[in-house]
């Protein structure tokens, strides 16, 4: 995510947080690839941690297939059967992308099996994630204060932790890269799966004591749990603020996707070139169809209360002008230039048409399911009908006036309950929406800049 708090961050104070921690630099992993190209977009959503990030290529993975959750996990340990790969469309390996801290634990075989993974939100990366959670100048969106640090609800004096980028976007493959809409259509499946590989191959991660993320990062520990909580390979999940269906069974969720990926496809040039323009100059890009996307989910995201509470002069700044003046919509024009429309039309695409409702009995991992009360995409009664479908699972929930947006802040606002559930030194039982903690949802709070999904 992009935001003036986080663009003032100097790289330098990044690099001495880092050299505070716990973790000797010779305990963690070297990057084994080179980061993406970076014709139309960046490999970081934060520039000044592009550095932290490292790569690593994975061969002949198959993109957009199916995967037989009843079958061998080796029968898609490259991905889902039928699955296209990048190399059969001309371009190298599948991208995968990362930052690692913290402190592994080996077994004798010399495999980590203390592993802590943050799976990106919609529009984030492992950067985003490290600048939300871990110790750095302001963590305003986890609430101000970091998560992830010695002695922290993630401590890394206990644990290896290892924030993950996902298919798509920023430092891992991306249609940005060169295909365009030639990009096949990935799943969560596929990011997923993509991740184990970054995990077991090359960061030798045999046990993943927690595997956890916000929003999309959520949905993706959800998918984590079904897919890997059965073979012992992941511990527990802690999904905070995301969905186990946003196809038609969530039509509100469905909605989201739908609208956001409609506004994309409304700009006149998507429409004229059918999402081939990277043959145009990039100030002909179609970004006020990604500058609408933005306006509609900042709009829908906030409770009424908290957002009809602001100034129209910081309102307008977020509001879509066809032909802005002043400040008309200037958080988005400024927000796009880093941004690609195909790499948001997938993002969405693979948002509404997924499904793991009917998978949840498979999860055998400790559980921990968050929600927030006032979430207006993705509605928190959901969230607790999923949880009761895993055998032992906890549900906590409070309401927030950013709504959506409190996912960040959640590890903080519950942080006892997170932190003996991640030490695994406490059952949480399911408690009724609301029961976890106060929240603060009934006065508008000020907006932390550049809120994103």
Same mark, same amino acid.
């Given at each position: 995510?992009?935001?003036?708090?986080?663009?003032?961050?100097?790289?330098?104070?990044?690099?001495?947080?880092?050299?505070?921690?716990?973790?000797?630099?010779?305990?963690?992993?070297?990057?084994?690839?080179?980061?993406?190209?970076?014709?139309?977009?960046?490999?970081?959503?934060?520039?000044?941690?592009?550095?932290?990030?490292?790569?690593?290529?994975?061969?002949?993975?198959?993109?957009?297939?199916?995967?037989?959750?009843?079958?061998?996990?080796?029968?898609?340990?490259?991905?889902?059967? +039928?699955? /296209?790969?990048?190399?059969?469309? $001309?371009?190298?390996?599948?991208?995968?992308? %990362?930052? =690692?801290?913290?402190? *592994? !634990?080996?077994?004798?075989?010399?495999?980590?099996?203390?592993?802590?993974?943050?799976?990106?939100?919609?529009?984030?990366?492992?950067?985003?994630?490290?600048?939300?959670?871990?110790?750095?100048?302001?963590?305003?969106?986890?609430?101000?204060?970091?998560?992830?640090?010695?002695?922290?609800?993630?401590?890394?004096?206990?644990?290896?932790?290892?924030?993950?980028?996902?298919?798509?976007?920023?430092?891992?493959?991306?249609?940005?890269?060169?295909?365009?809409?030639?990009?096949?259509?990935?799943?969560?499946?596929?990011?997923?799966?993509?991740?184990?590989?970054?995990?077991?191959?090359?960061?030798?991660?045999?046990?993943?004591?927690?595997?956890?993320?916000?929003?999309? +990062?959520? /949905?993706?520990?959800?998918?984590? $749990?079904?897919?890997?909580?059965?073979?012992? %390979?992941? =511990?527990?999940?802690? *999904? !905070?603020?995301?969905?186990?269906?946003?196809?038609?069974?969530?039509?509100?969720?469905?909605?989201?996707?739908?609208?956001?990926?409609?506004?994309?496809?409304?700009?006149?040039?998507?429409?004229?070139?059918?999402?081939?323009?990277?043959?145009?100059?990039?100030?002909?890009?179609?970004?006020?169809?990604?500058?609408?996307?933005?306006?509609?989910?900042?709009?829908?995201?906030?409770?009424?209360?908290?957002?009809?509470?602001?100034?129209?002069?910081?309102?307008?700044?977020?509001?879509?002008?066809?032909?802005?003046?002043?400040?008309?919509?200037?958080?988005?024009?400024?927000?796009?230039?880093?941004?690609?429309?195909?790499?948001?039309?997938?993002?969405?695409?693979?948002?509404?048409?997924?499904?793991?409702?009917?998978?949840?009995?498979?999860?055998?991992?400790?559980?921990?399911?968050?929600?927030?009360?006032?979430?207006?995409?993705?509605?928190?009664?959901?969230?607790?009908?999923?949880?009761?479908?895993?055998?032992?699972?906890?549900?906590?929930?409070?309401?927030?006036?950013?709504?959506?947006?409190?996912?960040?802040?959640?590890?903080?606002?519950?942080?006892?309950?997170?932190?003996?559930?991640?030490?695994?030194?406490?059952?949480?039982?399911?408690?009724?929406?609301?029961?976890?903690?106060?929240?603060?949802?009934?006065?508008?709070?000020?907006?932390?800049?550049?809120?994103?999904?």
């Amino acid at each position: 995510m992009n935001t003036p708090s986080l663009k003032s961050l100097a790289l330098a104070a990044a690099l001495a947080t880092l050299a505070a921690l716990p973790a000797r630099a010779d305990l963690l992993s070297r990057s084994a690839a080179p980061p993406p190209i970076e014709t139309w977009t960046p490999a970081s959503s934060v520039p000044s941690l592009a550095s932290l990030k490292k790569y690593y290529d994975i061969p002949n993975f198959r993109i957009g297939g199916t995967y037989d959750l009843d079958a061998d996990p080796a029968t898609w340990r490259d991905g889902g059967q +039928g699955g /296209t790969t990048l190399e059969s469309l $001309g371009m190298g390996p599948l991208k995968t992308a %990362y930052i =690692d801290m913290g402190t *592994p !634990i080996r077994n004798e075989a010399g495999e980590i099996v203390n592993a802590v993974i943050i799976s990106p939100h919609y529009s984030g990366d492992s950067a985003a994630s490290f600048s939300i959670w871990a110790p750095m100048a302001s963590n305003a969106l986890a609430g101000g204060s970091p998560v992830v640090g010695p002695g922290l609800v993630i401590d890394t004096n206990k644990y290896y932790v290892v924030f993950l980028d996902s298919i798509g976007l920023w430092g891992a493959s991306k249609p940005s890269e060169g295909l365009g809409r030639k990009f096949p259509q990935y799943s969560y499946f596929d990011m997923v799966q993509a991740n184990y590989q970054l995990l077991r191959d090359h960061l030798n991660v045999a046990n993943v004591h927690l595997a956890f993320g916000a929003s999309m +990062g959520a /949905t993706q520990s959800w998918v984590w $749990g079904v897919m890997y909580s059965p073979s012992g %390979y992941v =511990d527990a999940i802690m *999904p !905070i603020g995301g969905t186990t269906a946003s196809d038609g069974a969530d039509p509100i969720g469905q909605w989201t996707f739908r609208l956001a990926q409609a506004a994309i496809e409304s700009d006149p040039v998507y429409r004229e070139t059918g999402g081939n323009f990277y043959d145009l100059p990039a100030d002909q890009h179609p970004k006020q169809g990604l500058q609408f996307l933005w306006s509609i989910l900042q709009q829908t995201g906030f409770t009424f209360e908290f957002r009809s509470a602001q100034p129209w002069s910081m309102v307008e700044r977020e509001v879509f002008y066809w032909e802005p003046t002043g400040n008309q919509t200037a958080a988005w024009i400024v927000r796009t230039q880093s941004e690609d429309p195909n790499d948001y039309w997938y993002r969405n695409a693979g948002g509404w048409t997924y499904n793991i409702n009917d998978e949840l009995d498979r999860i055998t991992a400790r559980t921990l399911v968050i929600h927030i009360d006032t979430d207006n995409w993705l509605m928190v009664g959901n969230a607790l009908e999923a949880a009761k479908k895993v055998p032992g699972a906890g549900f906590l929930s409070f309401a927030d006036p950013t709504a959506h947006y409190g996912v960040f802040k959640a590890p903080n606002v519950l942080h006892d309950q997170v932190k003996s559930f991640v030490d695994n030194t406490a059952l949480v039982s399911i408690q009724a929406p609301g029961a976890g903690a106060g929240g603060g949802g009934a006065a508008p709070a000020a907006k932390p800049a550049g809120l994103s999904k």
